[in-house]
């Protein structure tokens, strides 16, 4: 029956006499009813309902209502109307309670049309019929409708029960009005229902969500035994707020009160631990999870992967993907993802090559990981495959086609996926016209790029500069670069993103004019210089070979991190200034910042530079491991064999050959074999030369 037709039903029925006695039906034993009965417990919904209308016989309220849940349960939306339709035909005057159900189901299905107009028409209404369309309307996030139903309610004076304020709260989380929220608060406590915990969790969560911690904390507080639902929606907030310590703090709280946490407590603490990289903390947290039996949870099973990976335990991250019995699709893409995100294009193959099924993302992730760790072969036989199993691709894929184009420098598979985007609808799509921006730029061909930048006119955002600037950067083409520049300040404000990446192209170039045209941008506009920005300035101005204009920059610098001195040790070896390296080391120590491998990598090039230091440079070496607990990488072995090769201390080199970890690679011997044959070196000599032709 048609929406219009229930309603012309509705009106005429309801409208008639309110004064006529109502008798709830008891449970008469007809035909019908039981031929319904049949049809219900074998699942036939539909031909329940169709049995109806057959029979001019009435049928009992209690089968009514039980019609109306079996549809709610399947979401049969004609069979509801139908159902509706019969009962305001055939019953004399439906019972409040019914119409309510009524009510409830058309929320649940969807049609909170039907319904609206259903309360409408109710000659009779009570407070559930109130909190049954208010639930309504907050199911179906119709949330304007809901507060002012709520409103109307009480400008009615009818009392608002816990279900209404459930409703209404409901509503409040998705428009996250937190003026609305103390008013709904408020009526709350005035109501008498302070002690609900059902309410008392929602006005957390909702507080949670409109950022005010401090609240949600504090009502959180005055709860009487709060529920593990309780728990896991305050530790939640916390995490989504970024305050992760707290997440962490009240998880182990809530199990000092033996509150068994549910698994999205347990995953969302975990993700917290993920986020401050703090590896014991998310180790005990995973030791509480199998103790809990949480493990096999795929939830909490991804969230602890996850938090292995991020903080670079990958072989404890792979047992707890192998422990894992049953494994989702999102989990093994996971899987796949944590490899591919740290560089382990080979590992994330692997797993990618046994999983039970895939989707678009799958593929996404796998074609990701080859890009990112630039194995481009590799990522070109992918595609060949993705495009035989594969119907469909999308943006995201686009994107790594395009950034595979700019790897292989191959700008007419770059024009041919360019193609692809204008025939399909995606040159609209920002993020992929932007790769596609990024890739003309890296490919050198400025006239497409050109082209393609004002065909995005409207389109275009602060990325879209971003990469034809550093485009233009990048080839050597600064006043182009200066020119655009200078059209991106009528159109938009530069991020210091964006003004970093530029300074980074004039210090490849490089192009100091550039390079001192953006300083000079950077302290007209007052923007806020940064460490990095800083450390980029250091890093373009030492590259112009204006050092002055560097060591000016980083002593301006008002606190100064690892990476700015890094920077400005880099600047000083390669401005021949290598015994100002030493002193920077020092001075950095003094204000307590610790070196990593990139500083001793510069230290020891300016051993290099600076005659006379190989004993100096082989202390900076031992102290690495010895003192400062830094593994030392192939690059600054390769440094200590040329520090000894330059000078001549095969001696030496012999004793520190026998201290190596690994074979050394063609280069090093290449090296070895010169040196040897420079200072008569013979035995040493030999050695390197045979091993160079095997």
């Known amino acids: 029956m048609a929406l219009t037709g229930v309603s012309a039903a509705v009106g005429r029925v309801l409208s008639r006499d309110k004064t006529r006695k109502r008798v709830l039906n008891a449970r008469p034993e007809n035909s019908a009813t039981n031929q319904i009965l049949e049809q219900l417990e074998g699942g036939h919904i ?54 309510n159900r009524a009510i409830e189901t058309y929320g649940r299905i969807g049609c909170l049309n039907d319904a609206r107009e259903l309360f409408e028409q109710m000659p009779e209404r009570d407070g559930g019929s109130w909190n049954a369309l208010i639930t309504a309307c907050a199911k179906n996030q119709d949330h304007d409708e809901v507060f002012r139903t709520f409103s109307r309610m009480n400008r009615d004076g009818i009392r608002a029960k816990e279900t209404s304020f459930a409703g209404v709260l409901k509503s409040c989380g998705f428009i996250l009005d937190l003026r609305l929220l103390r008013q709904l608060h408020c009526a709350v406590v005035k109501h008498g229902y302070s002690g609900n915990l059902d309410l008392e969790t929602s006005i957390v969560d909702v507080y949670g969500k409109c950022s005010v911690m401090s609240d949600a904390r504090r009502v959180f507080d005055e709860m009487n035994s709060p529920s593990d639902v309780s728990w896991n929606v305050i530790v939640r907030r916390y995490v989504e707020m970024g305050l992760n310590d707290e997440a962490v703090v009240m998880f182990f709280k809530m199990l000092e009160l033996n509150v068994r946490p549910l698994n999205h407590t347990v995953s969302s603490v975990v993700l917290a631990c993920s986020r401050s990289l703090s590896l014991e903390v998310g180790m005990v947290i995973h030791a509480v999870a199998v103790k809990l039996k949480f493990v096999p949870d795929t939830i909490v099973s991804t969230s602890v992967f996850d938090m292995y990976v991020k903080c670079g335990r990958l072989e404890s991250a792979r047992r707890v993907f192998d422990q894992t019995e049953s494994k989702d699709l999102k989990f093994w ?62 943006n995201v894929t686009l994107v790594w086609i395009l950034n595979v184009c700019s790897g292989v420098s191959d700008v007419q598979m770059g024009k041919q996926a360019h193609g692809f985007i204008y025939r399909h609808g995606y040159d609209t799509n920002l993020i992929v016209a932007n790769a596609l921006l990024d890739m003309y730029g890296k490919c050198g061909v400025f006239g497409s790029a050109n082209v393609l930048f004002r065909q995005m006119s409207e389109l275009r955002d602060e990325v879209s500069w971003n990469a034809l600037l550093t485009g233009l950067a990048r080839v050597g083409r600064s006043e182009q670069a200066l020119s655009f520049f200078e059209g991106m300040q009528l159109e938009a404000k530069p991020s210091k993103y964006t003004l970093a990446t530029l300074l980074a192209g004039c210090a490849n170039i490089p192009a100091l004019n550039l390079g001192k045209a953006t300083h000079g941008f950077l302290i007209r506009n007052g923007y ?14 030492s590259k112009c070979r204006c050092f002055d204009y560097a060591i000016q920059v980083f ?23 290598s015994k100002e390296v030493f002193e920077l080391f020092m001075l950095m120590e ?70 190596m970890p690994f074979d050394p690679p063609i280069q090093m011997l290449t090296r070895i074999c010169d040196a040897c044959q420079t200072y008569g070196w013979q035995k040493l000599g030999a050695w390197a030369a045979k091993r160079l032709h095997q």
């Not at 382990?344 to 990701?368: C, K, Q, T, Y």
């Not at 806020?528 to 800083?534: G, H, N, T």
């Not at 006379?612 to 082989?618: D, Q, S, T």
Request: hydrophobic content about 45%; aromatic content about 12%; some cysteine.
């Open 590 to 659: 003094d204000e307590g910042v610790k070196p990593d491998h990139v500083t001793f990598l510069g230290i020891l090039r300016a051993c290099l530079r600076e005659g006379g230091h190989v004993e100096l440079g082989f202390e900076y070496f031992s102290s690495m491991s010895t003192k400062y607990f830094i593994l030392p990488q192939v690059e600054h072995y390769d440094c200590m064999v040329e520090l000894y090769c330059k000078y001549g201390c095969l001696h030496q080199l012999e004793e520190f050959l026998l201290l």
């Open 555 to 577: 002593e301006e610098a008002a606190t100064r991190d690892l990476m700015l001195w890094n920077s400005m040790i880099r600047g000083c070896y390669r401005n021949g200034r």
């Open 46 to 99: 539909s031909k329940a309902v169709s049995l109806l209308f057959p029979s001019l016989e009435p049928v009992s309220y209690w089968l009514y209502e039980r019609l109306l849940r079996s549809c709610s349960s399947k979401s049969l939306v004609v069979q509801a109307r139908k159902v509706v339709s019969h009962l305001v035909t055939f019953s004399p005057l439906p019972p409040i309670f019914l119409l």
């Open 333 to 394: 893409t996971s899987a796949i993802s944590g490899y591919a995100m740290n560089g382990i294009a080979r590992d994330a193959r692997e797993l990618f090559d046994l999983m039970p099924e895939r989707n678009i993302i799958s593929w996404n992730v796998m074609l990701g990981g080859y890009v990112r760790a630039n194995e481009w072969d590799e990522a070109l036989d992918f595609l060949t495959l993705m495009r035989k199993e594969m119907d469909d691709i999308d």
């Open 528 to 541: 806020d210089i940064d460490v990095v920005i800083r450390g980029a300035m250091v890093d373009m101005y």
